[in-house]
């Protein structure tokens, strides 16, 4: 009996049309995600490259001046891309993985970004992650939606509760045949991702696969509720549609718009403005009033003198400090209200899917905006160990040639991560099983 339900069904070209839609749509997101981290791949690449030249020709144009070397020299931070990043780009395609930095003032720079067309982040990057949350549920919804239907308007529901030995058994018998092909096709998609991707088989990987499947549950029980309501197809149909555009469309919306409204950041332009001011204004100010802040921050620098009446480089980079330091209290209350919004937009998504399921795999693959923070937090330090290294060169005016320049290439920042297997798995789970359990309830008399 359940050799032929699966046989009926597969042999229906709009089944065949749509499993295979769906694989190609897949396939093709992969590449999509392999020609991003491929791109991230060449700009590393690139980045060193061009650092080295920039160095080698800056030494070689101002090799009287340390000081002014400097101000034109960068040196670049990459926060690493993992293979597995291509299923979920996530906020990769808007905060950039490389940032590369001169000795002068921090804030002013952090902050910089690629140009990018806005077309292009409208519609946002057709990824696995894209595919699974978005037209994964289009294609269940497809398949389930008139399993109990159809047959009351064909007329053979009576003949089907004569043949079959439980109605029940039955209803779980064609939603089982349903989830196994679309679970199918989920994994040939992610184990060929594999290959394409080169991704490494490790705890990232089944985190994503169980992340996904779980995901593919949650719909599932969606419309086995649904089907459990013994309405009409049309009737059914609507309901499925306007629930896949609740979860997908008005919700993410509101909740984004709520988290906008809620944690306002005007210190995001008020920490470049106030770092602007900090720096601007020091040229019309007493050279004491800056270097008594500037040896506050920095004792051990007391020692060198500070001419009153002639330029000093000295005091330009104080003055470059000071404007770092005077932005700095807007800057952590931008990064707090930054990590708020993350972390009540991860409580609101424990009881919607979509968003759950975006957030966890952005964290998953390491695409999120907690690692982007993270490796802001590493360009602070890395930035402050440029500073301590080439200051009392600047202010001892070493040479230039006695410099070993060719040491300094980009490094890269080390992020935490771990996975957290219970927050990922357990809201879609229970989302699941309480959707199923009202279904089952539905059903009961049946």
């Known amino acids: 009996m359940t050799r032929l339900a699966f046989y009926s069904f597969i042999r229906s070209n709009s089944v065949k049309i749509g499993l295979s839609f769906l694989f190609l749509t897949g396939i093709i997101s992969l590449f999509i995600g392999k020609q991003f981290i491929e791109k991230q791949k060449q700009n590393i690449t690139d980045t060193a490259i061009y650092q080295k030249e920039y160095i080698t020709q800056n030494v070689k144009f101002h090799k009287d001046d340390m000081g002014l070397l400097l101000y034109y020299l960068k040196f670049s931070l990459i926060n690493e891309v993992p293979a597995i990043s291509g299923l979920s780009i996530g906020q990769r395609d808007v905060n950039p993985s490389i940032k590369s930095v001169t000795i002068r003032g921090l804030e002013g720079q952090k902050y910089d970004t690629d140009l990018n067309n806005p077309y292009n982040s409208l519609l946002g990057s057709l990824d696995f992650s894209f595919v699974l949350i978005f037209l994964f549920p289009l294609l269940i919804i497809a398949f389930t939606y008139n399993i109990i239907s159809e047959e009351k308007e064909s007329g053979t529901w009576r003949m089907v509760s004569v043949q079959s030995k439980s109605l029940f058994k039955h209803i779980n018998k064609l939603f089982a045949i349903r989830l196994a092909l679309i679970l199918v096709v989920l994994l040939l998609i992610l184990f060929l991702a594999i ?252």
């Open 195 to 446: 290959p394409v991707l080169n991704i490494p088989i490790n705890a990232d990987f089944w985190a994503v696969l169980a992340t996904s499947v779980s995901y593919v549950l949650v719909w599932f029980g969606i419309c086995f509720w649904v089907a459990s309501l013994q309405k009409r197809s049309n009737f059914n149909a609507v309901v499925l549609l306007s629930v896949w555009i609740l979860l997908i469309i008005i919700l993410p919306t509101a909740v984004n718009n709520y988290l906008v409204n809620k944690y306002p950041v005007p210190e995001a332009l008020e920490t470049t403005l106030k770092q602007r001011k900090g720096y601007h204004e020091k040229w019309d100010m007493p050279k004491n009033a800056t270097m008594d802040k500037f040896f506050a921050h920095y004792p051990q620098y007391k020692k060198y003198p500070v001419p009153e009446e002639e330029f000093n480089w000295l005091w330009y980079y104080a003055m470059q400090q000071m404007g770092d330091d005077e932005s700095l209290e807007s800057s952590k209350e931008m990064k707090e209200k930054i990590l708020l919004r993350e972390k009540s937009s991860r409580a609101i998504a424990n009881i919607i899917p979509t968003i759950h399921t975006q957030l966890a795999f952005n964290q998953i693959v390491r695409t999120d905006l907690h690692n982007h923070m993270q490796f802001l937090d590493r360009l602070d330090d890395f930035h402050e160990k440029l500073r301590l290294y080439f200051y009392p060169k600047i202010f001892e005016n070493h040479l230039v040639e006695e410099e070993n320049w060719s040491k300094f290439k980009p490094e890269y920042a080390v992020t935490a991560h771990q996975i957290n297997w219970g927050e990922s798995l357990l809201p879609l789970l229970l989302v699941t099983a309480l959707i199923s359990s009202f279904a089952l309830f539905n059903l009961r008399k049946i």
